[in-house]
Every structure is written in structure tokens, then in C-alpha cells.
């Protein structure tokens, strides 16, 4: 596979973050997708928040599978750690990744064919550990790399390019994230950059399994009428329950907002997700009326977008462990075996 460097050189007046990058530092090699890809946009929005966030690039490590959503982390972040694992294994290697370094920031990014078919246990699995992450799936209802076969998570009648009509009931990626404990839960579309950046930031932020879906439509096999994942039927079907505002807490917050236009979210680092609620009655917190809202919507045909849950009070794989706080991979052989005495204690423990 042949990858397309982008110029070193650049303007020297670029604008520069809080750690003296420019936007283009977080960039990876040229894209090599269709044109037009859902994937690109999603891979634009991830260096866009990052920037925003003055994340250093050595500091993530960006983990993906096979397919064409798979490829997309060579697009972003190119100075950062990187692994592309075998299909639908992505899950498990990072959650091993993360028990060794905790210090990273680690970004999944998966397709709807590398974690709802072959790797739907891997998904499963990691985010009812809590593994603290950024879980993004960039979903278009196809096996793209294959030439269009719907993806389980099709919709039941949705057409294929052929006009073929899907006869299989979907798997649904937000309803499995919300039953296995997720605590950051959102959909969005990969047209919707107003609302995708802020989205990622805030889930970069959260402590524990963030997860979100991204509606991205297939240009080459998955964006004709009929289709339930193209560019238009998103545009035209999309229930937004909030707009996004992503606030760091570094910086001095003032607000002005009449009661109950806004749903303030404190992190446990003291960062701030901001929710504008368009739907009175809509309360990101309640996991179990997001569930009845969500099932509600899906009967009306409406792809409803936006931060969906989250648990303010939520916690990540290290603290249900009670790990150290050092990373693993950075103890020393003093420490990693404490010697004999220590074992005879643990020993006697046990009888």
C-alpha cells in the first residue's frame, strides 16, 4: 500500500494551540478513500478537537481493525502511537494497551463491519470493563472494502445499490452501548461538524468507555434513495436532542441562561459539557428514559443525534482493578516483584 505524503512546508503565520501546534501537526498521510468518504470528514473532526484541546500527538494512541474505517488513522495524527490490529480485535488490544500505560489517551476507531459482525464480543466486552477510551465507530450499513454487502447494522428494508431490500433486523450500536455500561454515549453525523467536534472533546474528556456512532455515509455503494445511511435521509431524518458546547475548564465560564434551557455536566477533572436542550423532557442522565426515548424515535424513523447518555459519577477499568497510579510498563523489577517476604504474606493469606 502506497501512502501519500503531505508538504513539510507551510505557512509560518498558521495559528498555533496552547502546546505551539498548528492544526496541521495532527494531520496523518493523504486520505486515499473515495472521495467524498463520510470517513474523512470524521478523521477532519478528530484533529479538529484535538488541536482544540492542546493534546500533545505523542500522548494519543490511536487503535483500529480492518476496513475502510480502519485505514482512516493514518489520515489523523500522524506523530502519534498507532496499531492497526486484525478484524474486530481492536477492542482487546487496546484494552491491553491501556492496563500497560494508562498515561495515553487512547482512540478506537472501528467500522460497523469491525465491530458488529466479527468483532461484536471484542465491543461487548470492553466497554462493560469501563475501559477508559474513545470508542468511535464510522458507520455507513456496508462492507465498503467488499463492494456493498449490508453490514449488521442495516436497516431492515433499507436498499442496496442493486435495489436489493435488507430483510435482516439491525444491530443497534447505541442501544448495546447503553445496556453494557457505557457512560458516554452519542450518535452523530460525519456531515455535522458543528456538532461531531464538541461531541469527540467531550468524550476525550470523560473518564471511562466513551462511545459514539457516526453515521457515515458510503458515497461508492450506500448513498442512492433507499438507503437508510445516505447523505440525504440523515439530513432529512435527523432528531437532534441538544447542541453541543464543549467548555474547558481552564478557561473562566459565565453564563446567562434562563432555568432550564441548560444541563450542566461536571467531569471528574473539572471540565464542563454544556447541553442546550432542544426536547423539554430529554434528560441525558436517565439511562433508562434514553433507552424509551431512542426506541421511540427509531419507530418514527428518525436518527436521532446528539449527546444521548452520560454518567457524571462514572469511573474506568483501573479503578474497578485498584491499579496503581504509575503505568505498568514503567515499574521497575523492585517493585513488579517485591520478593519473598511479600509472597509468603500473600501465601498465608490465602489459607
Given at each position: ?65 480492518i ?7 493514518t ?15 481492536m ?52 462492507y ?36 453494557l455500561g ?51 435521509y ?13 467548555i ?20 471528574h ?62 515499574l ?20
Amino acid at each position: 500500500m502506497t501512502y501519500l505524503a503531505k508538504p513539510k512546508l507551510h505557512h509560518p503565520a498558521l495559528a498555533k494551540n496552547k502546546v505551539g501546534y498548528i492544526r496541521r501537526d495532527y494531520e496523518g498521510t493523504v486520505s486515499t478513500l473515495c472521495a467524498g468518504c463520510g470517513h474523512d470528514s470524521i478523521s477532519a473532526a478528530i484533529i479538529q478537537a484535538c488541536w482544540e484541546l492542546d493534546i500533545e500527538p505523542h500522548r494519543v494512541a490511536k487503535l483500529s481493525g480492518i476496513g475502510c474505517s480502519s485505514k482512516t488513522p493514518t489520515y489523523f495524527l500522524g506523530n502519534s502511537h498507532g496499531f492497526n490490529s486484525v478484524h474486530g480485535r481492536m477492542p482487546s488490544v487496546l484494552t491491553g494497551a491501556n492496563l500497560a500505560n494508562r498515561d495515553l489517551l487512547y482512540l478506537g476507531v472501528s467500522g460497523d463491519g469491525d465491530s458488529a459482525s466479527i468483532g461484536l464480543g471484542q465491543f461487548a466486552h470492553s466497554i462493560r470493563r469501563g475501559v477508559n477510551m474513545v470508542y468511535i465507530v464510522e458507520n455507513n450499513g456496508v462492507y465498503g472494502l467488499t463492494k456493498g454487502q449490508f453490514s449488521a447494522t442495516a436497516d431492515k428494508g433499507s436498499k442496496s445499490k442493486r435495489g436489493v431490500a435488507n430483510s435482516d433486523e439491525p444491530l443497534d450500536m447505541i442501544g448495546m452501548a447503553l445496556l453494557l455500561g457505557a457512560t458516554f454515549v452519542g450518535r452523530s453525523f460525519s456531515g455535522d461538524k458543528a456538532q461531531l467536534v464538541p461531541m469527540i472533546k467531550a468524550a476525550i474528556e470523560h473518564k471511562g468507555a466513551a462511545f459514539i456512532d457516526v453515521i457515515s455515509p458510503c458515497v461508492a455503494f450506500n448513498n442512492h434513495a433507499g438507503s437508510t445511511k445516505s447523505y440525504d435521509y440523515v439530513r432529512h431524518h435527523n432528531e437532534a436532542v441538544n447542541r453541543l458546547d464543549f467548555i474547558d475548564a481552564r478557561d473562566e465560564i459565565t453564563t446567562d441562561y434562563a432555568p432550564g434551557e441548560v444541563v450542566s455536566v461536571t467531569q471528574h477533572d473539572g471540565s464542563v459539557l454544556r447541553l442546550r436542550k432542544l426536547a423539554a423532557d430529554y434528560d441525558p442522565t436517565d439511562r433508562i428514559k434514553v433507552m424509551h426515548y431512542l426506541q421511540q424515535r427509531s419507530a418514527a424513523g428518525e436518527v436521532v443525534t446528539g449527546l444521548l447518555y452520560i454518567n457524571p459519577e462514572s469511573s474506568d477499568l483501573h479503578e474497578h482493578l485498584d491499579t496503581v497510579e504509575a503505568p505498568l510498563n514503567q515499574l521497575e523489577a523492585s517493585e513488579l516483584c517485591p520478593g519473598s517476604v511479600a509472597l509468603e504474606r500473600i501465601n498465608a493469606s490465602l489459607r
